[in-house]
Nanobody
Framework: QVQLVESGGGSVQSGGSLRLSCAAS???????MGWFRQAPGKERECVAA????????YYADSVKGRFTISRNNAANTVYLQMNSLKPEDTAVYYC??????????????????WGQGTQVTVSS
């Protein structure tokens, strides 16, 4: 059983930065961890994911060059550094763990455990 708690969300102006953190209780070493977001009326989408070693990452095209995912396995924590934020980044951001796969998956169904979400609001 894994429990995930996100933090670091908030309200910023366009062009600003935020750093999201996701603290996990339970074993996440060896598992893929990802960040998803869901805006009102839209499907949940994967914005970034990272393999246990940190050597493999995925970024959605919409965030490439602006967002950086990282993890600290000793601290059982994954981070999402978000720079040059845009109003279209406004969403609830969720942390998730995939216990089963070796290759990074980008579908919500690929992930087994989820956090409660943290709101990110970017104003123009």
């Amino acid at each position: 059983q894994v429990q995930l708690v996100e933090s670091g969300g908030g309200s910023v102006q366009s062009g600003g930065s935020l750093r999201l953190s996701c603290a996990a209780s339970g074993r996440t070493y060896g598992h893929i961890m990802g960040w998803f977001r869901q805006a009102p009326g839209k499907e949940r989408e994967c914005v970034a994911a990272i393999r246990s070693s940190g050597s493999g990452t995925y970024y959605a095209d919409s965030v490439k060059g602006r967002f950086t995912i990282s993890r600290n396995n000793a601290a059982n924590t994954v981070y999402l550094q978000m720079n040059s934020l845009k109003p279209e980044d406004t969403a609830v951001y969720y942390c998730a763990v995939d216990q089963d796969r070796v290759r990074i998956g980008v579908r919500p169904d690929d992930y087994d455990y989820w956090g409660q979400g943290t709101q990110v609001t970017v104003s123009s």
